[in-house]
């Protein structure tokens, strides 16, 4: 046995069941509004993309649990999984991608505009790195604060070769903000393998040469995850500057609900599938003395709680035809105001 494997066992073996059972249970809600929200899809009842996350949920269930309510989340077009994590109600979630009343933004935005502020999640964003200056931004008026909160702000490895990435860094350093960034590589810029198109050596060494700490970090380890997570909010809070984590996953579907990812082997998928996120918790969690009778207990609560979201947002209204016209800001005529 190596000693990356004996590791990971004897880190099993002495797991908090109680902390790490409602891990498991948060990536099966994850797993299951996915799925379900792809099956709902095909039903039509979702207009729009969708871009599922289905085999990275360790990195939300690592990342978000660590959090406070207060702290702050900016998130992606695959952002269902981090806002579930941070505490968003998956039933608004699921109004909002049916595009019902009630709806976290609602029902205008759909699944790559899901906000929660209550819960401190800023927002998913649709554009690629767009998100980085506004976590920034966020971390900066939580430091002029100084009530000890941080921003997390995760982003696809195709957003490092944008020009966000590297503002984004530099000013956070620059001003020593108290940010998290967290790089959820799946090893694809939508249809395109993110490593043909990126120069030197990656996302670890370009935070390091702007001077942050950074981090690489199993993605498919929810306990690897937490512990890296732990360690960087812990510091961040204590006024130690901004920290980047680079997780190594891998999304088992296409780029979207709607892709069939041809660009890839099956092979490939197969492997990753065998590293599930799920499995390997739960594996752990029967090494740490949980019976599979929990275990499947967990799960069958999870996916039955995402079902009745499901059903419940299928049969509720649609929004008042007049809030079309709220939130929207009419400034008038620019060519008149300009000219």
Known sequence: MNDSASGREAAAANLDPGRFLPVLALMWRIRSFEELAIESLREGLVLGAIHPSIGQEAVAAGICPNLWRTDLLLSTHRGHGHTLAK?????AMMLE???????????????????????????????????????????HALRLRRAG??????????????????????????????VIFVCEDNGFSATTRTRSLTGGPGVVARAE????????????????????????IKATRRGEGPRLLHCRTYRITGHTAADQAPYRDASEVEE????????????????????????DE????????MREVRDRARAADWPDAAGAFADVQDVGDPAARAF
């Open 149 to 178: 909160e941080v921003a997390v702000c995760i982003f696809g490895d195709g957003a490092v070769n944008r020009g966000p990435f590297l503002e984004g860094l530099n000013w956070a350093r620059v001003f020593d903000l108290p």
């Open 298 to 305: 967990t799960r069958e609560a999870a996916q039955a709680g």
């Open 87 to 91: 505490g968003a109600d998956p039933l």
């Open 272 to 295: 990753w599938r065998a590293r599930c996120p799920i499995a390997r918790l739960e594996a752990a969690l029967r090494m740490a003395g949980v019976d599979q009778a929990r275990l």
């Open 97 to 139: 991608l049916f595009g019902r009343a009630g709806g976290t933004c609602g029902g205008k935005g759909g699944s790559m505009h899901i906000a929660d502020f209550g819960v401190g999640m800023l927002g998913a964003n649709g554009v690629v790195g767009a998100n980085i200056p506004i976590g920034v931004g966020a971390a």
């Open 209 to 232: 040469s702007l001077g942050l700490p950074a981090e690489a970090v199993d993605g498919n380890d929810v306990l690897a995850v937490d512990a890296a997570a732990r360690a960087a």
